[in-house]
């Protein structure tokens, strides 16, 4: 049995997509962000489609550069090739993206 003054915490009043919404702008590790907009349904997050955008479009380069853990090929997948903010990236991630399907 659960006493009672604990039971507010097992739930909540809150929307799962003001959850996702709230964790990827309070939340400053990439890798937490992604998650927060690329493993979930992208209708939890497209009230902030554009702060998505902006965030992938910012951090491209540096995630190509660093090659984090996180960007694995699944993520990569997910994040729209629009949003890549130069040419030249847009066109690697497409021949990338074209190699993987084969």
Do not use: C
Not at 25 to 51: L, V
Request: aromatic share 12%; proline share 2%; no cysteine.
């Amino acid at each position: 049995n659960i006493e009672k003054k604990y039971r507010h915490t097992f739930y909540s009043t809150g929307r799962g997509k003001d959850f996702t919404i709230r964790n990827f702008r309070e939340n400053r590790e990439d890798a937490t962000k992604a998650g927060h907009s690329f493993q979930i349904s992208k209708h939890h997050w497209m009230s902030i489609e554009e702060e998505v955008r902006g965030w992938v479009e910012a951090n491209w380069s540096k995630w190509e550069e660093e090659k984090p853990k996180w960007l694995d090929e699944n993520m990569k997948a997910k994040i729209p090739v629009e949003w890549i903010q130069t040419k030249e990236a847009r066109n690697e991630e497409k021949e990338r993206r074209k190699s993987v399907r084969k």
